[in-house]
């Protein structure tokens, strides 16, 4: 009897606050502009090398009712698409955790657990994520493998940090405190000390496309460039403009700031390649 009262006596554990981080495979001055695109207020740090973390400042998964998973792989999708980079989503909440990566027009992959780290993810995504990142098919994908197993010791958390710790071989180096499982309110205050680290904000349609094409005429990405007049730039203006409009539709219908984010920056980049391919004619 005093056993049962002293067992119900106990103080619940605190509910876990949801978070998130997004990881983006390119240097900072790559990433910021088009993840202005997406308009929402984050901050931008280096995490490695040709590695950046952006840290959400605000918490649209509170707000608008979609769960923090379904968020970010609207944001991941949205950033991925027209680039040559690979964006890594994390997310986590009171019930699961897990990942998502997009890269470019590809199917998002991505790997679920429950709080208490057991896998409900499917052990082929994994390998699809070790061949999309090109992380070494032996050593990394044995460790990858690892985190798809029952391990009574291991909850959410530790199971994103094995997760890390596989990609710190890739390059990932995350500021000491930007810790998946932290709070997002956390997250973000560690953020905003780091060195380098930037602001990103929405300062509208004019001001955002003029900071990316200037960004884009200073990297890698000249024959995908509007201006570029190549039949790659075209096909991908193209391609963004036709999977920009259902995205946009499947958001409107779901309520989704994530998705919306998505089919709002494939139109836009779409149009945008389209309309100049059409003002300045080839010869």
Same mark, same amino acid.
């Given at each position: 009897? !005093?056993?049962?009262? !002293?067992?119900?006596?106990?103080?619940?554990?605190?509910? +876990?606050?949801?978070?998130?981080?997004?990881?983006?495979?390119?240097?900072?001055? !790559?990433?910021?502009?088009?993840?202005?695109?997406?308009?929402?207020?984050?901050?931008?740090?280096?995490?490695?090398?040709?590695?950046?973390?952006?840290?959400?400042?605000?918490?649209?998964?509170?707000?608008?009712?979609?769960?923090?998973?379904?968020?970010? @792989?609207?944001?991941?999708?949205?950033?991925?698409?027209?680039?040559?980079?690979?964006?890594?989503?994390?997310? /986590?909440?009171?019930?699961?955790?897990?990942?998502?990566? =997009?890269?470019?027009?590809?199917?998002?992959?991505?790997?679920?657990?429950?709080?208490?780290?057991?896998?409900?993810?499917?052990?082929?995504?994994?390998? @699809?994520? =070790?061949?999309?990142?090109?992380?070494?098919?032996?050593?990394?994908?044995? !460790?990858?493998?690892?985190?798809?197993?029952?391990?009574?010791?291991?909850?959410?958390? =530790?199971?994103?940090?094995?997760?890390?710790?596989?990609?710190?071989?890739?390059?990932?180096?995350? +500021?000491?405190?930007?810790?998946?499982?932290?709070?997002?309110?956390?997250?973000?205050?560690?953020?905003?000390?780091?060195?380098?680290?930037?602001?990103?904000?929405? @300062?509208?349609?004019?001001?955002?496309?003029?900071?990316?094409?200037?960004?884009?005429?200073?990297?890698?990405?000249? +024959?995908?460039?509007? /201006?570029?007049?190549?039949?790659?730039?075209?096909?991908?203006?193209?391609?963004?403009?036709? =999977?920009?409009?259902?995205? @946009?539709? /499947?958001?409107?219908?779901?309520?989704?700031?994530?998705?919306?984010?998505?089919?709002?920056?494939?139109?836009?980049?779409?149009?945008?390649?389209?309309?100049?391919?059409?003002?300045? +004619?080839?010869?």
């Amino acid at each position: 009897m !005093s056993t049962e009262r !002293s067992q119900g006596s106990r103080p619940p554990r605190p509910t +876990p606050a949801p978070g998130a981080l997004l990881l983006c495979r390119a240097d900072p001055d !790559s990433v910021a502009p088009v993840a202005q695109l997406l308009r929402e207020r984050m901050l931008l740090t280096p995490a490695g090398r040709e590695w950046t973390a952006l840290v959400p400042e605000g918490k649209p998964w509170l707000l608008g009712g979609e769960p923090v998973d379904r968020v970010l @792989t609207g944001w991941a999708t949205a950033l991925a698409v027209g680039v040559p980079w690979p964006v890594l989503a994390l997310w /986590w909440d009171a019930d699961r955790g897990g990942f998502t990566l =997009a890269a470019g027009f590809r199917r998002t992959v991505g790997y679920v657990w429950l709080a208490n780290g057991t896998p409900v993810g499917e052990d082929e995504a994994m390998r @699809t994520f =070790a061949a999309r990142l090109g992380l070494d098919p032996v050593l990394d994908t044995q !460790s990858l493998d690892d985190l798809t197993k029952p391990d009574p010791a291991a909850d959410v958390r =530790a199971r994103l940090l094995g997760l890390l710790a596989v990609l710190t071989r890739a390059g990932v180096a995350l +500021p000491a405190g930007l810790t998946p499982g932290e709070p997002a309110d956390r997250l973000r205050e560690v953020a905003r000390v780091q060195p380098g680290v930037q602001r990103i904000e929405w @300062t509208g349609w004019r001001g955002a496309v003029r900071t990316e094409l200037d960004a884009l005429e200073r990297g890698r990405l000249g +024959p995908w460039l509007p /201006w570029a007049g190549t039949p790659r730039a075209r096909a991908l203006a193209t391609a963004q403009l036709l =999977a920009g409009l259902p995205l @946009t539709g /499947w958001g409107l219908h779901r309520r989704s700031p994530g998705w919306l984010a998505a089919g709002g920056l494939l139109i836009a980049h779409g149009t945008l390649g389209l309309l100049y391919d059409l003002a300045h +004619p080839r010869d």
